[in-house]
Nanobody, 121 residues
Framework: VQLEESGGGSVQAGGSLRLSCAASRYSYSTYCMGWFRQAPGKAREGVAAIDSDGKTLYADSVQARFTISLDNARKTLYLQMDKVKTEDTAMYYC????????????????WGQGIQVTVSA
């Protein structure tokens, strides 16, 4: 499994940004894919995840602001980030796991290289 993130960059607080994660060499019929982030000096934390049944899970800090989705045909995972806050600034990673839906980092075995998101006040 290879994962590659794109769509990061800089945005002002209150704005929106959409991250994408293209999956290649991926042939599983059941799966869980998720977004994680790591701010400087902090541990990596789970942000959102979606499994092959369409079940989603969000961290409390992004609930009602971020939306995770998956285009199966294009094997691309998305994270729509709305009403962003300065505390959303971090390196964002996509990862691959197995069902059920989870945002526990130890459950993930494959990772992208990460992409930076910077939110300015």
């Amino acid at each position: 499994v290879q994962l590659e993130e794109s769509g990061g960059g800089s945005v002002q607080a209150g704005g929106s940004l959409r991250l994408s994660c293209a999956a290649s060499r991926y042939s599983y019929s059941t799966y869980c894919m998720g977004w994680f982030r790591q701010a400087p000096g902090k541990a990596r934390e789970g942000v959102a995840a979606i499994d092959s049944d369409g079940k989603t899970l969000y961290a409390d800090s992004v609930q009602a602001r971020f939306t995770i989705s998956l285009d199966n045909a294009r094997k691309t995972l998305y994270l729509q980030m709305d009403k962003v806050k300065t505390e959303d600034t971090a390196m964002y990673y996509c990862g691959s796991s197995n069902p059920p839906v989870t945002i526990r980092e130890p459950d993930y075995g494959y990772w992208g290289q990460g992409i930076q998101v910077t939110v300015s006040a």
